[in-house]
C-alpha cells in the first residue's frame, strides 16, 4: 500500500503563477512531513517542512498547508519563475520517511 | 551544500559483475540511507543505519547489502549484478538537532547490461 500519494504528476505554470502540488498521507502517527526539490543530475535537497501541530508553514515564496484531519498537506509555489523548474517530492513519516512519486513543474517564462 | 558524496556517479557494468556503490559524508551523522529511484517512481528505502556497526533492511526487498564500519562511510555492495537492478541509487544522511532533515547525495545510475 502507497503511504504517500502525491498529484499531479506534472504541472506547467506561466511565470509569476500559483504552483500548487497536493499530497496524502496514510499514517496517523506520521509527525514530519518535508518537501523536496530536485535538479536533473542533482539529489533532492530539502525545500520547506512541517509538523502536524501547524496548519501552515512558510518560508518565502514557498507555503505548506497541512490538514491532519483530511491527511493532506500541500505545497504552494506563490510568484512562480523559471529557475523553480524542478521534480518535487513529498515525504512523511518519522525517522523513516515514505516518499510521493514526484511532480514535474515546468514554469514557462 | 551538503557534505555528501556518492562515486561512481554513472556506472555501466555487465550482468555478474560484482560492484560497490561509494557513499561519504563528512557532517558526522549517524544515520545514513540508501534509497533506489526509478523514472516516475517515489524514493524507495533499501538499507538504513543509525550508526557504526548498525545496519537494516528498509521497505523494498534488495539483493544489495551495506556495512557501516566507520560514521562516515556506508558503501553499497552487489555480488552479482543483473538487468533488474539498473536504476538511479540515492545515498542520504541525518542527524544532530535537525535529525529528521535528511541531506541527500547526487546519486549513482546504474545501468547494467
Known amino acids: 500500500q502507497q503511504q504517500v500519494k502525491q498529484s499531479p504528476q506534472s504541472l506547467i505554470v506561466q511565470k509569476g503563477g500559483i504552483s500548487i502540488i497536493n499530497c496524502a498521507y496514510e499514517?496517523?502517527?506520521?509527525?514530519?512531513f518535508p518537501w523536496y526539490q530536485q535538479f536533473p543530475g542533482k539529489g533532492p535537497a530539502l525545500l520547506i517542512a512541517?509538523?502536524?501541530?501547524?496548519s501552515e508553514k512558510k518560508e518565502g515564496r514557498f507555503t505548506i498547508s497541512f490538514n491532519k484531519s483530511a491527511k493532506q498537506f500541500s505545497l504552494h509555489i506563490m510568484d512562480s519563475q523559471p529557475g523553480d523548474s524542478a521534480t518535487y517530492f513529498c515525504?512523511?513519516?518519522?525517522?523513516?520517511?515514505?516518499f510521493g512519486t514526484g511532480t514535474s513543474l515546468t514554469v514557462i517564462p | 551544500e551538503a557534505d555528501i558524496y556518492q562515486t561512481p556517479r554513472y556506472l555501466v557494468i555487465g550482468t555478474g559483475k560484482k560492484i560497490t556503490l561509494e557513499c561519504s559524508q563528512t557532517?558526522?551523522?549517524?544515520?545514513m540511507y540508501w534509497y533506489q529511484q526509478d523514472p516516475g517512481m517515489e524514493l524507495h528505502l533499501i538499507h538504513y543505519?543509525?550508526?557504526?556497526?548498525?545496519?537494516e533492511k528498509g521497505d523494498l526487498s534488495s539483493e544489495s547489502t551495506v556495512s557501516r564500519i566507520r560514521t562516515e562511510h556506508f558503501p553499497l555492495t552487489l555480488e552479482s549484478a543483473r538487468p533488474s537492478h539498473t536504476s538511479q541509487y540515492l545515498c542520504a544522511s541525518s542527524g544532530g538537532l535537525a535529525d529528521n532533515e535528511q541531506f541527500f547525495g547526487p546519486g549513482t545510475r546504474l545501468t547494467v547490461l
Open positions: 557532517m558526522g551523522h549517524d544515520k
Open positions: 515525504a512523511a513519516g518519522g525517522g523513516q520517511f515514505y
Open positions: 543505519s543509525y550508526g557504526v556497526n548498525s545496519t
Open positions: 512541517i509538523r502536524p501541530d501547524v
Open positions: 499514517n496517523t502517527a506520521f509527525d514530519y
